[in-house]
């Protein structure tokens, strides 16, 4: 039991060696570039993280209720490509909310299959991204989408406006996160997430309504998608089938940088956010030091592994595995 | 007995673990041919000793001997080469995979370019299931296998070397009458080829029966070892425990209310039939049976887990459907189940958010959490049921097993209920937490709960309940009030031998 | 024990006689909605189905002993990927030129031989750092991504080599060259499985890790072969393929981890592990195929293919869980 209620530094370390490598990290690049934590490219930085990043926060819900969700990435590509058809048809102030709608009652159908129906939401969520990868390519026919006036439309405001020098996508990304740390947090709901995803039979003995906590969570990521669509569509104006393909392993491997536990019950809001910068931020200073552009795909494998690794260390007290 | 050399011979064995000393210098020494009983308390030592036995750990301090001759045991295989075979109390079989792989599991017979030798796999396999006299052949899926089947493919493992010293862990737990003539059959074949046999069981007339030398184990320490046929439970017991049992019944008397719950005629399927029970408030009504008798399932049928297939429920008289926890919840039922770290608690989770898990929607400033009416409840229910933890923030993973019971107790007290369901309520506490969660449940009753305690322990049985439903195959084959039980027409009720009296 | 087994046949064969509806879906449809005249039955049409299901089809083949193991590998797409480059790339160099057609063989080990070190760094994290293998192969396959594209940016890598381009479309017995390796590796693999005590062990450890480190099989390297056989295979996937187109794009190879499990998934593998077979996951590769050509021949969107495959997996997924629910008895969670 000594092991388990660690105090004094390694302990710390331990519980926000998160929080402490990004330190060291952002401190070690401003010394070798001082461009680095230039406010202009700070702001540079989490604009472009704001995308993975709000899906990161929704997903974030899934994985502390216990469920992966491997259809973000397809399923902003949706959004994205729905919202541009539909700017140009019926105007953007219907087009937003039906595109919401459209991408709620996908997010709707993962819950119940994954909540009420009990499937593995690998398997689940592998399907649904092949499957809402075909539903754009069929929507669309194949064809990439593009707003016809791209200089008259107030549309673009998500993604390239800003308020008082804050780039939109930021403010959006940071008043979700707020949001919805609050919800996991504080509130009930937010407490019957962790509880379903600690032990969803303890839960469920509990009488917490498991397959209903699990389609929300799957409601609540769909909600972040299509906000993350939303921000790409007005950002770019126009755009391929395929967007955010890909994405949804990114976000997971930000959700798992954060500490949260692929195995549910753990992680919060805020360190996944800290997931998201810590991505964003190597990008970006591998590129100041002059570094190719995909040496941070390999430093953010370095970095997945590194983090995980430690934080089981910590637990089993000992760096190497048992495994004979 | 004493002039051979003991088939094995342990001395001085220490095992610790960060912070607990596991082991404290245990010796004891088996015989061959002689069946050894291993006893003492849950976290006596017992499954350490074992392990360490079976290559599983490797001991701090101490050595073992096979035959006189010093050995270390480095592994489980290791352990097997030397002839010392270990029978898990908890299945560890492949079930997609055949008896033969199974028996044979990490030494599978090899030809070639590492190919597996099927013909010699699955003749060995019959030559060691002949001598076992078995109904099934080397071919057969295992997950195809009943329970008491599958225990005879672990055992069948043991033979595929010459074992000098077998160790059965509860080997009995769960198979039927019948199965376990031909377990203590093979044990005895066993012995006669002068095979020691070290057998781990809480069950006192299994001891008696088969074994020849008990040891004890208490915290730790080596206790003793007496001869079988020399002593006799009270002394095992006194042994175990370190004062003698209170066998006694519950002597404390208060006054009954009304019928709080009843049940008429309940049926789920093949679980169990025609079931029908009430309790009262201020009663504990205690539900005694094997495993496997149905009586878990009654609980989870009116806790709205599962759908009952006949029958109905009443509550203060009133017919009632249930359809989920949450009902049961709202209704005023309360269930602490069975399994404590599975169902009962989440161990990633402080001890105040489990306690106020089942009505954290409830319990809210606004739309948000109220910690401070969180905090109260904790506080309350901590020093109502003397819960020892540093803190509410501390995980519930890291208390003891009795602590964490009565965070489960608290967490459903605190929901006030009208009927208070608790299985198995002491399963792996030690017996210190036990009288203390035996007295609790009789003050809950005298507060007026009905309570309704469901047990595999017949002391436990005995000494909380007010009336005991006896409960066999999914039937409830008698019940008996407190004055009228004896032990015998409980152990026959609960065998399915119906008596001269039936309910 | 005659009902397990029954059921037992049941579950191996429905792929199959999912396969033959299928077939007899589009051949009957075929012949009121096809764009073409030709039968879908046509038998140079299967053979083509059969060569076009290789590259997939190979990786399966790992997946479903990565998979009966109890892990998974997200990185086959990058790693195919990569040894592609090498394939490619190393007939480039100064010293193969010199070497003429000796270069294929050596290219070929090259390529086979990244594979191999690739699935190796896999299983070695794996095996020494007890991290899921979920995540450490989530983690690679961005990584080994990054070295396809630290290698050539975003250009494609080219090289033709008229000697491969005929032995990959050499047709020996009717068969294409992709066709015999897909079927070779599936035989010897099956062997593997089913004969051998490498194949055994990796069963036994999938279903019952405990048990079987208990009876002293070693778990960590039985990890660490597997997820150098599955890098392997990647690896002669991308040979087989690229032998014969040339060029490699960076972003070749992504998300065939997910096509490789889904055919895994629809051969009915059990996602825990310990129960899978290879012969089975051929049937998936073959079916996700016959998908692809029949809608194509009844003049659906290639599109719908996606929508169609990523359904039908969610409905399979569906039919095992009724078909394993115990009745109205069951506890409700």
């Known amino acids: 039991m000594a092991e388990l209620t660690k105090k004094g530094l390694g302990g710390f370390l331990a519980r926000q060696g998160i929080l402490v490598a990004f330190a060291v990290f952002m401190i070690a690049f401003a010394v070798a570039n001082p461009r680095f934590i230039d406010i202009d490219n700070v702001f540079g930085v989490i604009r472009s993280s704001a995308i993975l990043g709000v899906m990161a926060l929704g997903v974030t819900f899934v994985v502390i209720g216990g469920n992966l969700d491997l259809s973000v990435g397809s399923m902003m590509s949706f959004s994205t490509i729905v919202v541009l058809d539909l700017h140009d048809k019926i105007g953007p102030t219907l087009a937003i909310p039906s595109m919401f709608a459209m991408t709620l009652a996908l997010g709707a159908f993962i819950g119940i299959l994954v909540g009420y129906l009990k499937l593995n939401s690998l398997i689940v969520t592998l399907g649904m991204l092949s499957a809402i990868h075909g539903l754009t390519l069929t929507y669309s026919g194949g064809k990439n989408m593009d707003i016809a006036d791209k200089s008259g439309t107030w549309f673009s405001v998500f993604g390239q406006g800003s308020v008082a020098g804050v780039p939109m996508p930021i403010l959006i990304f940071a008043g979700l996160a707020i949001l919805l740390s609050i919800i996991l947090s504080r509130t009930p709901f937010g407490r019957k997430v962790y509880a379903v995803g600690g032990n969803g039979l303890a839960a469920t003995f509990s009488g917490i309504p498991r397959a209903r906590v699990v389609f929300m969570t799957y409601l609540m990521s ?50 996944t956010v800290i997931g998201v910068l810590i991505l964003g931020f190597i990008q970006n200073g591998l590129l100041l030091l002059g570094l190719a552009f995909y040496a941070q795909y390999v430093v953010t494998w370095i970095i997945i592994i590194l983090a995980v690794w430690l934080d089981i260390a910590a637990k089993r007290g000992g760096l190497w595995s048992r495994i004979a | 007995m004493t002039d051979q050399t003991p088939a094995l011979r342990l001395e001085g064995i220490v095992k610790t673990f960060p912070g607990v000393r596991a082991l404290d210098g245990v010796s004891f020494t088996v015989m061959p041919g002689e069946v050894h009983a291993l006893m003492g308390e849950n976290g006596a030592g017992k499954s350490t000793l074992m392990k360490v036995l079976g290559g599983i750990l490797t001991p701090n301090e101490g050595q073992i001997f096979i035959e006189e001759q010093p050995t270390i045991m480095s592994s489980p295989m290791n352990a097997k080469a030397k002839g010392v075979v270990f029978i898990h109390q908890e299945l560890s079989l492949a079930d997609e995979l055949s008896v033969a792989e199974n028996i044979f599991l990490g030494e599978l017979p090899k030809k070639s370019f590492g190919r597996v030798d099927w013909q010699r796999l699955y003749d060995e396999t019959d030559a060691i299931l002949k001598t076992l006299n078995v109904g099934f052949d080397a071919r057969t899926r295992v997950g195809d296998l009943s329970i008491a089947n599958q225990q005879m493919v672990e055992i069948a493992r043991a033979l595929t070397v010459e074992p000098r010293a077998v160790i059965f862990d509860e080997p009995t737990a769960s198979l039927t009458d019948a199965e376990k003539v031909v377990l203590f059959e093979v044990i005895a074949d066993l012995q006669s080829r002068g095979v020691g046999v070290i057998y781990i069981s809480h069950r006192m007339e299994e001891i008696f029966k088969i074994t020849d030398r008990i040891s004890v184990l208490r915290d730790g320490q080596y206790r003793g ?75 989870e049928t009116l806790f709205g887990l599962r759908e009952p297939s006949a029958g109905t429920i009443h509550l203060a008289g009133e017919e009632v459907s249930i359809h989920s926890p949450a009902d049961a919840i709202k209704r005023g039922i309360s269930l602490v189940p069975e399994d404590r770290k599975g169902q009962g608690l989440i161990l990633g989770m402080n001890c105040r958010d489990n306690m106020t898990l089942p009505q954290v929607s409830d319990l809210t400033a606004g739309p948000f959490v109220s910690d401070g009416a969180e905090v109260a409840i904790f506080d309350q229910y901590r020093d109502k049921l003397d819960i020892r933890t540093p803190g509410w ?12 019971q009565k965070i489960v107790i608290g967490k459903w007290l605190s929901m006030r209920p009208e009927v208070l369901i608790v299985d198995e309520p002491t399963r792996g506490i030690d ?33 909380v309940s007010d009336r005991i439903v006896a409960m066999f195959s999914g039937r409830v084959m008698r019940e008996f009030t407190a004055e009228e039980v004896t032990e015998d027409s409980l152990i026959q009720a609960i065998s399915g031998i119906a008596s001269d009296k039936v309910a | 024990m005659k009902n397990e087994t029954r059921a037992n046949l049941i579950k191996q064969g429905a792929i199959w006689a999912f396969i033959v509806v299928e077939l007899a879906f589009f051949s009957i449809a075929g012949e ?45 797409g990058a790693t195919f990927a990569l040894a592609a480059i090498v394939l490619l790339d190393s007939m480039t160099w100064p010293f193969m030129q010199n070497l003429g057609n000796w270069a294929i063989p050596l290219a070929w080990l090259f390529a086979l031989a990244t594979g191999v070190v690739l699935g190796a760094i896999n299983g070695l994290i794996v095996w020494k750092t007890g991290v899921d293998a979920f995540i450490v192969t989530l983690g690679s396959m961005l990584g080994y991504r990054g070295l396809v594209f630290m290698y050539n940016g975003e250009q494609p890598t080219s090289h033709l080599n008229w000697t491969l381009v005929d032995f990959a ?41 405990d048990a079987a480190v208990n009876a002293g099989i070693r778990v960590g390297p039985h990890f660490l ?109």
């Not at chain 1, 769909?222 to 391929?240: E, H, K, M, P």
């Open chain 1, 222 to 271: 769909s909600f972040c998608v299509a906000t993350a669509g939303l921000i790409q569509a007005s950002r770019s104006l126009g755009s391929q089938n395929t967007v955010g393909q890909g994405m949804e392993l990114e976000v997971l491997a930000a959700v798992i940088l954060g500490g949260a536990s692929l195995l549910g019950g753990a992680g919060t809001i805020f360190k």
């Open chain 2, 225 to 299: 070892t007496l001869n079988t046929a020399e002593t006799n439970e009270e002394e095992v017991t006194q042994l175990m425990i370190g004062r003698t049992l209170d066998l006694s019944r519950n002597e404390s008397t208060h006054e009954m209310g009304e019928v709080a719950l009843e049940v008429r005629g309940l049926s789920c399927g093949d679980l169990f039939q025609d079931v029908s029970f009430s309790v009262r408030r201020g009663e504990v009504v205690g539900f005694y049976g094997l495993v496997g008798a149905g009586r878990t399932e009654i609980a």
């Open chain 2, 393 to 404: 923030r501390q995980m519930v993973g890291n208390l003891s097993g009795g602590n964490q």
């Open chain 2, 431 to 463: 017996v210190g937490s036990k009288s203390e969660i035996h007295n609790l449940i009789r003050e809950l009753a005298a507060q007026g709960y009905a309570v309704i305690v469901i047990s595999s322990e017949m002391p436990e049985v005995l000494h």
């Open chain 3, 32 to 76: 009121f909605l096809s764009v073409t005249e030709t039968a879908f039955m046509d038998f140079d049409n299967m053979l083509l189905l059969l060569k076009q299901s290789a590259p997939i089809g190979i990786i399966a083949l790992g997946m479903t002993i990565i998979m009966i193991n109890g892990n998974i590998d997200l990185s086959v």
């Open chain 3, 169 to 209: 479309e050499a047709q020996f017995l009717g068969l294409h060259t992709a066709t015999w390796f897909l079927l070779g590796a599936a035989l010897l693999l099956w062997l593997l499985m089913i004969r051998t005590v490498h194949g055994r062990n990796a069963y036994a450890i999938g279903n019952n890790r």
């Open chain 3, 225 to 333: 072969w597997n997820f150098m056989l599955i890098g392997f295979l990647a690896a002669l996937s991308a040979v087989v393929f690229y032998s014969e187109s040339g060029s490699v794009n960076p972003n070749d190879g992504m998300l065939y981890e997910l096509w490789a499990i889904t055919a895994v998934v629809l051969g009915g593998t059990k996602l825990s592990g310990g129960y899978g077979s290879i012969i089975s996951t051929l049937g998936g590769v073959i079916a996700i195929q016959l998908l692809r050509k029949g809608l194509g021949h009844i003049g659906a969107d290639t599109e719908t293919v996606n929508l169609v495959i990523g359904l039908i997996l969610i409905a399979v997924l569906f039919l095992d869980r009724q078909l394993n629910r115990k009745g109205k008895e069951e506890l409700r969670t």
